[in-house]
């Protein structure tokens, strides 16, 4: 790892080192504050609109909802990105639908007015007959601010204000060594759901409900103590230390399934680690160290923690990034367009595909127990690669094993619409956070700072 490589600055999780304030249930049930969020907080902050993967090429597009607004975010023949009010401006329809694609121009579906990949109006039918004219600058669709960073593209619906790079920080660069630009799209997923947007945003801000609905990650990681960072601006981290079995719970004498599974990928024989599944975390470590070195792998950047743990961000507002350095989950909450108990979650997985066919043969047919993509080394990338269409569904359809996110996302999933139910009782008014949940204060502190900025 180079030593000006930035480093997070931990501290444990069980003192918060602010406040706990905590605040009442009116910010998930009332339209009053959502109105207020969509004044204050969605029109003035940065929001991850999509992946810059998707709008490589000129015509290439993808759609962003967030409430009512919908943006089309597009690649110009001009090589320009462009963020654009995805509204006719003749009466107001929405252009497109289609989440993402190409496309040589927005044609309106109602009477044809035609729109460059530019957002300029290029004509409509009868343009003889509007006795005003047709204003090209003034009819042009309306375009936002929009920036690229670590692979993300960025959007502020109202210009000025702080910059990108300003607001995520450090961040930037803790997150650089994963190189999410170069990760390949494998699945794309987003899953209507019966709870305020924050209901989720708080559910990944905190670890104290692991041992309880995820028995899963008992077997392969610490949550019990895993480090937190608080970040300006309202951004957090939590490093899970992974290879290792939770210490919450006795120490297994053999390797777990999680453990056996993560150390045959980096070819080591679990039988080696009977009695010693404390020396798990280290092996791994230099196990992909030396594969690495010895495929050209992109790792120097990367800390041996970072070659075994798991690193979540949660950006401010909206955003949870769960990265290792072979892949990354990038999850997005986004509210309703009306419905306070009502939000969209989505879920983008992210591959770094590398490494050798042996790697990838290796890993072959070793997701089905839920370990996602992160730990293995996914090989070279498919010749038949295609990036995958996006995948729409309630949650219902998790609840009813329908549709999958992963074993453990689907816990949360599940469990969220009861959150939602719970907090529209009379019997409850305020919520009590522990110390553990300084990260959902945190969060919350920096949306009330946010409403009283611009509200
Ligand atoms: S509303 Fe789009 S052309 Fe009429
Ligand atoms: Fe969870």
């Not at 990681?221 to 992974?242: K, N």
Request: include cysteine; charge should be negative; aromatic fraction near 8%.
């Amino acid at each position: 790892m180079s030593a000006s490589q930035p480093q997070p600055q931990p501290q444990a999780p069980d003192k918060s080192p602010i406040p706990i304030r905590n605040f009442d249930k009116d910010r998930y049930l009332s339209r009053d504050w959502m109105e207020r969020e969509r004044q204050a907080l969605w029109a003035h902050t940065w929001l991850v609109a999509g992946l810059a993967c998707d709008v490589q090429t000129a015509g290439q597009y993808f759609t962003f909802e967030i409430g009512a607004e919908s943006l089309i975010i597009a690649r110009g023949t001009d090589g320009r990105l462009r963020a654009l009010h995805n509204a006719c401006t003749h009466r107001g329809t929405r252009l497109v639908t289609e989440p993402l694609g190409v496309l040589k121009k927005f044609v309106c579906p109602y009477h044809a007015g035609a729109y460059g990949l530019d957002g300029g109006l290029q004509g409509a039918p009868g343009a003889s007959r509007f006795s005003n004219g047709l204003p090209k600058a003034q009819l042009a669709l309306r375009a936002v601010e929009v920036e690229e960073a670590l692979g993300l593209v960025f959007v502020r619906l109202t210009p000025g204000g702080i910059t990108l790079p300003d607001f995520l920080g450090p961040v930037l660069d803790l997150l650089r060594p994963y190189r999410l630009e170069t990760m390949s799209v494998t699945n794309d997923q987003s899953v209507s759901h019966t709870c305020n947007w924050k209901a989720i945003l708080d559910n990944f801000a905190e670890l104290y409900h692991v041992p309880f609905i995820h028995p899963i990650h008992r077997r392969m990681f610490e949550c019990a103590t895993a480090p937190i960072e608080l970040f300006e601006h309202g951004h957090t981290a939590v490093y899970v230390p992974g290879g290792v079995t939770d210490s919450g719970f006795p120490t297994p004498e053999v390797p777990t399934d999680m453990l056996t599974l993560q150390l045959r990928a980096v070819g080591l024989d679990p039988e080696d680690y009977r009695g010693r599944v404390a020396e798990i975390r280290p092996a791994l470590q230099r196990a992909k160290r030396a594969i690495a070195q010895e495929r050209g792998l992109a790792y120097a950047d990367l800390s041996d923690a970072q070659l075994s743990d798991v690193w979540q961000f949660n950006l401010f507002p909206n955003i949870i990034l769960s990265v290792t350095p072979e892949s990354a989950w990038l999850m997005r909450s986004r509210p309703d367009a009306g419905d306070p108990g009502k939000s969209q979650f989505d879920m983008i997985t992210l591959v770094q595909f590398q490494g050798s066919a042996e790697e990838a043969q290796r890993a072959k047919g070793q997701d089905g127990v839920a370990i996602g993509t992160h730990f293995r080394l996914n090989g070279p990338r498919p010749d038949d690669y295609q990036r995958p269409p996006r995948d729409a569904f309630t949650h219902e359809d998790i609840i009813a094993g329908r549709k999958s996110m992963t074993v453990t996302i689907d816990e949360d999933i599940s469990l969220l619409a009861r959150v939602q139910e719970g907090m529209a009782s009379s019997g409850f008014q305020s919520v009590w956070l522990s110390d553990e949940e300084c990260r959902v204060q945190h969060f919350h502190d920096a949306l009330d700072a946010c409403l009283a900025a611009h509200g």
